[in-house]
């Protein structure tokens, strides 16, 4: 249990991390100038950056485990918060969210790998959804909480705290954090880096997995993480205070939904209860495009919707986990972390292109979320389809597909 609450703790800040330049947003372009298209790159190099570091994560958790993994990644994390806080332009504040993505790789794949070498495939996606919604609530710390921070000590201060409770958690994670027991039999030898990465890419149950796998999380963390405040204040007026609680209720909306996937995939499995919440998710982003606009309190409606059945992250890598071996358990995850973290970089960064780009052409606000509501949808229903061909999950008793 110790082990479990440093990594809850751990990952309450990445997922702060992950979702608070919605609310620093306004700081950020008056302080550094930045623009819509900017501040879309600033959330994708976070993403891409912890998308790529799955790789060598994924190594070494096989190879030296979660403890000396996350500590020295964690010191990664201190070194971009304290970056980003002395950040005087976009370019330094870019390398700095990048930092930050690196070392907050390991985090939630961590705390993976010890529930998928402790625990069966099916009690692997309950533990792993316990860590994914009670870790939640660093969403919704970075939507109020953080802006009574930033409006009390400004936003410089407040990054450099946080800093220095990223330091504390990598204190904690060295002195008190327990590595799994090795596997039964013999050692055998340890797999390349892009060995392990082939076997991943190989593997042929996992390929109509990968696409869903690539935009579902970027879409609701698109959202959450960029759009839902300039929608609110360009669209309906919003100012901050009212985003920030806006934000903070959509961030527990996806803390309760990674809480509530848990009974309907005990009951039905992986594949029905992905799709019937991803056919909401894709629903609520049509509804948004075409009335969103009309309404503040249906806009917000929709986006509680958008986070409460968009995250079926652990459902989707439970599918995936009960195709590894136990000797594949730290790439396999990490793997799939990537096509999470990747995809929503991609998102991310497509998402701003395209704001930019009808504003451009001289849009209004409306129509360019609407757009950019429709664009979220229709990606998320063409890769739904393609998840719904996919082998159900084996059954307990079934070897893992080579």
Not at 270 to 295: D, N
Request: net charge positive.
């Amino acid at each position: 249990m110790t082990s479990f609450a440093i990594l809850l703790l751990a990952y309450t800040l990445s997922q702060f991390f992950r979702a608070f330049l919605a609310v620093i947003s306004g700081d950020l372009t008056r302080d550094l100038g930045l623009d819509q298209g900017q501040l879309g790159s600033l959330q994708a190099a976070w993403l891409v950056a912890f998308a790529l570091s799955q790789f060598p994560v994924g190594y070494a958790l096989d190879r030296i485990g979660p403890r000396r993994t996350l500590a020295g990644f964690l010191l990664v994390a201190v070194t971009g918060t304290v970056v980003f806080g002395l950040s005087r332009n976009y370019a330094a504040a870019l390398a700095a969210l990048a930092l930050i993505g690196v070392g907050c790789a390991p985090i939630l794949m961590a705390g993976f790998y010890l529930a998928a070498r402790l625990y069966s495939p099916r009690h692997f996606a309950t533990m792993s959804s316990f860590l994914i919604g009670f870790g939640s609530i660093g969403d919704p710390l970075s939507g109020a909480p953080l802006a009574y921070f930033l409006a009390a000590y400004g936003w410089r201060a407040t990054v450099f705290g946080l800093a220095g409770i990223v330091a504390l958690t990598a204190l904690l994670v060295v002195l008190l954090l327990k590595d799994p027991p090795p596997l039964p039999g013999a050692p055998q030898r340890p797999t390349s880096l892009l060995g392990g990465i082939w076997q991943m890419v190989t593997k042929r149950p996992l390929w109509l997995i990968f696409p869903f796998t690539f935009v579902s999380y970027g879409v609701a963390i698109s959202m959450r993480g960029l759009w839902i405040a300039p929608y609110l204040q360009t669209v309906h007026g919003f100012g901050l205070a009212a985003t920030s609680y806006a934000a903070m209720a959509m961030g527990s909306a996806m803390a309760l939904g990674a809480l509530l996937v848990l009974p309907l995939h005990g009951r039905l499995g992986a594949k029905p209860t992905v799709v019937a919440f991803a056919v909401a998710v894709a629903a609520a982003f049509f509804a948004l495009a075409l009335w969103g606009a009309a309404s503040s309190r249906l806009a917000i409606g929709l986006f509680l919707v958008i986070g409460l059945f968009g995250v079926t992250y652990a459902v989707v890598m439970a599918h995936a986990r009960a195709f590894m071996s136990p000797r594949e358990i730290g790439r396999g995850v990490t793997f799939m972390n990537f096509v999470f973290m990747g995809g929503a970089g991609v998102m991310q960064w497509l998402s701003g292109r395209l704001v930019n780009a009808l504003d451009r052409q001289g849009f209004d606000a409306p129509a360019t979320y609407g757009w950019l509501f429709v664009f979220m949808g229709l990606a998320l229903a063409a890769t739904l389809a393609v998840y719904a061909a996919s082998s159900p999950e084996p059954k307990p008793a079934a070897a893992p597909a080579p």
